[in-house]
């Protein structure tokens, strides 16, 4: 996979957490540079895990591009395609649901709880790592390109959740719902032309 | 139980009443009540925990305190002629705020402070209860329920009797039980 779609999927992925981080600054009364970490190392944690799992995944069980036959090849294509235009549809339908919290002060960090509304970017992260790890993308690339862009949406969306409210999750799932989807164009015309 | 009321709470209080006049109060923001209010966001966590403890203050504080001394004196009929009267006031908001239901109903609040301010009356008053289970709060608990129920089927109503007349009604049903009108009707 070339450097500038492994930014895109990342970006397209970091989305998702900045959606759901600008819920979590939506009820900050003051941003704690230790809430902020928290979030941070919690958000990071989970890529830089989730990641590595998925490309282990491939590994162990020898699926990459190179080790495949020619159909084997397309198929790994074809299933990477599938991977980040699967996450891409539920980041839109999560848009097109748009749905309301409750907005109520809670300045502390529940870890459990965070862990729980996090989870689906623990999925997302595996199935992403699957994803590259088909393609044989370089893990540390991956890495450093996911956990850096995870950290800058956990920084913008609390700011943005804060200054702004809630309301702007669903731009974050609409946004990065389209980048994905048209990343996977993308990788689409480039795999099958 | 009297509380004190500082210019942005007023503001805020004023900015949200405003908007439940056009949108359901479940779907206003936080962002829109301070916007209108002319505030940064950040502001209202100052002051309130969420939309529903403001609206419960504007309950407390606009509708119960007025009311309150003249209550605590023992000036019923003119107590509740202010609630009634503060409430018409802005009716179209508490007709909007009603229809609030389940975890932060309208009626579980107006039940609560209702059930507060009569507690407080019976404070230290000697009751000749017919039995230990009948104890200050399920008294408080019930009066609070009959007369929260009735004051929100008006207030649902669109307030179709004036304020005055409404507080004769309470008064009534205050004063007079199930088997005293029973006694009535069958003269």
Not at chain 1, 30 to 53: H, M, N
Not at chain 2, 133 to 162: C, E, F, Q
Request: glycine share 6%.
């Amino acid at each position: 996979m070339l450097l500038h779609e492994i930014i895109l999927i990342a970006i397209g992925l970091s989305l998702e957490i900045f959606a759901i981080v600008v819920c979590k600054g939506a009820v900050f009364s003051k941003i704690r540079k230790k809430a902020l970490f928290e979030l941070i190392a919690i958000f990071a944690a989970w890529q830089l895990v989730t990641v590595t799992i998925g490309n282990l995944l491939v590994d162990v069980l020898d699926l990459t591009i190179t080790s495949a036959n020619e159909k084997g090849k397309l198929l790994l294509q074809i299933l990477s395609i599938i991977i980040f235009g699967g996450i891409a549809v539920r980041m839109l339908f999560e848009a097109h649901k748009n749905e309301d919290i409750i907005e109520s002060r809670e300045d502390s960090i529940k870890v459990n709880n965070i862990l729980q509304i996090s989870a689906i970017v623990g999925l997302n992260g595996l199935v992403a790592g699957v994803g590259f790890g088909f393609m044989e993308t370089s893990m540390i690339k991956q890495l450093i390109i996911l956990v850096g862009v995870s950290v800058l949406a956990v920084i913008t969306g609390i700011y943005v959740g804060y200054n702004y409210g809630y309301r702007p999750k669903t731009r974050g799932y609409l946004l990065g719902g389209l980048i994905l989807l048209i990343t996977d164009i993308v990788l689409s015309i480039r795999y099958f032309n | 139980m009297l509380q004190a009321r500082n210019s942005v709470d007023v503001a805020i209080s004023e900015s949200f009443k405003e908007l439940a006049l056009t949108c359901s109060i479940e779907k206003i923001t936080i962002k829109e009540i301070t916007d209108k209010a002319g505030l940064i966001r950040p502001t209202f966590y100052n002051h309130f925990q969420d939309k529903y403890e403001l609206l419960e203050w504007i309950i407390q504080s606009d509708i119960f305190d007025p009311a309150l001394v003249l209550a605590q004196q023992g000036y019923l009929d003119e107590a509740l002629l202010i609630i009634y009267t503060n409430l018409f006031k802005e009716k179209n908001f508490y007709r909007r705020a009603s229809h609030l239901e389940g975890q932060n109903s309208f009626a579980g609040m107006i039940r609560a402070d209702l059930k507060s301010i009569i507690l407080d009356a019976l404070e230290n008053k000697d009751l000749k209860l017919p039995n230990g289970w009948v104890t200050k709060d399920r008294l408080a608990d019930y009066h609070a329920g009959y007369i929260a129920d009735v004051s929100i089927a008006w207030i649902k109503d669109n307030m179709p009797i004036s304020p005055k007349e409404m507080s004769d009604v309470m008064n009534f049903m205050l004063k007079n039980s199930l088997l005293d009108v029973l006694k009535v009707e069958g003269k």
